[in-house]
T-cell receptor, first 111, second 114 residues
Framework: GIQVEQSPPDLILQEGANSTLRCNFS?????LQWFHQNPWGQLINLFY???GTKQNGRLSATTVATERYSLLYISSSQTTDSGVYFC?????????????FGKGTKLSVKP | EAQVTQNPRYLITVTGKKLTVTCSQN?????MSWYRQDPGLGLRQIYY???????DKGDVPEGYKVSRKEKRNFPLILESPSPNQTSLYFC?????????????FGPGTRLTVT
């Protein structure tokens, strides 16, 4: 099945700094999602981005499907951005349709 | 507001006492599934449903049951919970299955079995 790898595993930023999180995947995908898991455990949908670039406020994401990677950009980081960021891609090969998650990037934004 | 809801959000129970975690979505999605999240193991799918009355095992189905009698609801049943089912559980839905559409996750249910 598909493998999803994220880097870096941990990231510490000062408030106001910018960052780039990377997601590599082993197979072609028609679906790639980014999530933020906040300190309370909730999984928040950030982007559904099988290809191209999307922006939502201070966050943007780019997926280059032909090269099998996606990037999540966080600009002017805030303490509320802290948490774990996951990318996920579907495990094709049947009707199961489950998402395979990377191990995540744990982001800590210091005031 | 389009959303996936789960109840309860937190639950502490004892070994062997049957429990049900409810999941409901208001987006008319055909596909629903359950995941559990454990440290070091990530998120793993427990069961999924392609539509009403169509359910199938995911990667870690042992000790769980599900049903899909209505399109909007997909409850997760633990007939005899054990401590190794202590976990954070997520329900998810998408318009259809096969991983072709965006999946939306509920807020999670933190279960502790003592």
């Amino acid at each position: 099945g598909i493998q999803v790898e994220q880097s870096p595993p941990d990231l510490i930023l000062q408030e106001g700094a910018n960052s780039t999180l990377r997601c590599n995947f082993s197979d072609s995908v028609n679906n790639l999602q980014w999530f933020h898991q906040n300190p309370w455990g909730q999984l928040i949908n950030l982007f559904y981005i099988p290809s191209g670039t999307k922006q939502n406020g201070r966050l943007s994401a780019t997926t280059v499907a032909t090269e099998r990677y996606s990037l999540l950009y966080i600009s002017s980081s805030q303490t509320t951005d802290s948490g774990v960021y996951f990318c996920a891609a579907p495990n094709y090969g049947g009707s199961q349709g489950n998402l395979i998650f990377g191990k995540g990037t744990k982001l800590s934004v210091k005031p | 507001e389009a959303q996936v809801t789960q109840n309860p959000r937190y639950l502490i129970t004892v070994t062997g006492k049957k429990l049900t975690v409810t999941c409901s979505q208001n987006m008319n999605h055909e596909y629903m599934s359950w995941y559990r999240q454990d440290p070091g193991l990530g998120l793993r799918q427990i069961y999924y449903s392609m539509n009403v009355e169509v359910t199938d095992k995911g990667d870690v189905p042992e000790g769980y049951k599900v049903s899909r009698k209505e399109k909007r609801n997909f409850p997760l049943i633990l007939e005899s919970p054990s401590p190794n089912q202590t976990s954070l559980y997520f329900c998810a839905s998408s318009p259809r299955g096969q991983g072709l559409y965006e999946q939306y996750f509920g807020p999670g249910t933190r279960l502790t079995v003592t």
